[in-house]
């Protein structure tokens, strides 16, 4: 069975440093990861997602992730936070197979302060 | 805004009683999919349909049920309420079912039982 570890359930940062939020996850059979952010009071948003090609995937607003496939990690970070990037954000996969289901990890609280 | 419409926002009930969410996907999109967010489970994938056809199933209670009409808007029957129903559901959509489809979320439907 597939599943997603997002190690930490809150990330305290200050303003204009780097973050990294963790994603770990378990499949027998390749994979897509997402990150999705949810900001208070309203619904998910896709961030990135790795399909294929390059392991180093970008969102436009400077966070990056990077696949790695011999540690099934999927970590997103970014150099420089800001206050509004204060959100909750899910890591998610979803498996090759027929199955066409995201598997979302626990969420990650990111608090950005000034 | 992510183009997917889930009616109402917010929904007050007792238990015992049976409510209807109502999706419409992106203009385009083919399959709609739910999703419950609670506390003690986080995001989990209850069902997908395509083209007005079930395709997948999560962990989906048989007190609720869904059906994806001719016009591809969704709607998720929860009958039967309990307290423990009480929470966020979202409905996402994409354009076709192959696994490297990003999935567009609504802002999602509070349900609240008291």
């Known amino acids: 069975a597939q599943s997603v570890t997002q190690l930490d359930s809150q990330v305290p940062v200050f303003e204009e440093a780097p973050v990294e939020l963790r994603c770990n996850y378990s499949?027998?059979?390749?994979?897509?990861l997402f990150w999705y952010v949810q900001y208070p009071n309203q619904g998910l948003q896709l961030l990135l997602k790795?399909?294929?090609?390059?392991?180093l995937v970008e969102s436009i607003n400077g966070f990056e992730a990077e696949f790695n496939k011999s540690q099934t990690s999927f970590h997103l970070r970014k150099p420089s936070v800001h206050i509004s990037d204060t959100a909750e954000y899910f890591c998610?996969?979803?498996?090759?197979?027929?199955?066409?289901?995201?598997?979302f990890g626990s969420g990650t609280r990111l608090l950005v302060r000034p | 805004d992510s183009g997917v419409t889930q009616t109402p926002k917010h929904l007050i009930t007792a238990t015992g009683q049976r409510v209807t969410l109502r999706c419409s996907p992106r203009?385009?999109?083919?399959?709609v999919y739910w999703y419950q967010q609670s506390l003690d489970q986080g995001l989990q994938f209850l069902i997908q349909?395509?083209?007005?056809?079930?395709?997948a199933k999560g962990n989906i209670l048989e007190r609720f049920s869904a059906q994806q009409f001719p016009d591809l808007h969704s709607e998720l029957n929860l009958s039967s309420l309990e307290l423990g129903d009480s929470a966020l559901y979202f409905c996402?959509?994409?354009?076709?079912?192959?696994?490297?489809?990003?999935?567009?979320f609504g802002d999602g439907t509070r349900l609240s039982i008291l």
């Open positions: 996402a959509s994409s354009v076709g079912v192959g696994s490297n489809q990003p999935q567009h």
């Open positions: 499949s027998s059979v390749s994979v897509y």
């Open positions: 790795y399909l294929s090609g390059s392991t």
């Open positions: 998610a996969v979803r498996v090759a197979d027929s199955s066409y289901k995201l598997i």
């Open positions: 203009s385009g999109d083919l399959s």
């Open positions: 349909y395509y083209n007005g056809e079930e395709r």
